[in-house]
Nanobody, 120 residues
Framework: QVQLVESGGGLVQPGGSLRLSCAAS????????MGWYRQAPGKERELVAT???????NYADSVKGRFTISRDNAKNTVYLQMNTLEPEDTAVYYC??????????????WGKGTLVTVSS
């Protein structure tokens, strides 16, 4: 059983910063792409950023230049550094990982989410 546990959400003023973390635990062969998605009230879940095991990254246009995704493969952890936060960034942020149980077979896992609120 694989679990993804997020941490680091909270309330921050516009222009502030937060760092989210997501650690994978359990029994598995390896972890492929990891990433962050978010869902604002009344909206669909959307991609924020992804990172491959080799380090290549992809960002939503709305967060480019403000957010940075990184990972520590030794700790099976992915991070999201969020700077210059805006009220529009308010959402529940979900961690995602593609976890390989064998060399060829993988499954997608999601964390339970962490709330980020940007408000003065």
């Amino acid at each position: 059983q694989v679990q993804l546990v997020e941490s680091g959400g909270g309330l921050v003023q516009p222009g502030g910063s937060l760092r989210l973390s997501c650690a994978a635990s359990g029994s598995f062969f390896s972890i492929g792409p990891m990433g962050w998605y978010r869902q604002a009230p009344g909206k669909e879940r959307e991609l924020v950023a992804t990172i491959r095991s080799g380090g290549s990254t992809n960002y939503a246009d709305s967060v480019k230049g403000r957010f940075t995704i990184s990972r520590d493969n030794a700790k099976n952890t992915v991070y999201l550094q969020m700077n210059t936060l805006e009220p529009e960034d308010t959402a529940v942020y979900y961690c995602y990982a593609e976890v390989f149980q064998t060399y060829y077979r993988s499954m997608s896992y999601w964390g339970k989410g962490t709330l980020v609120t940007v408000s003065s």
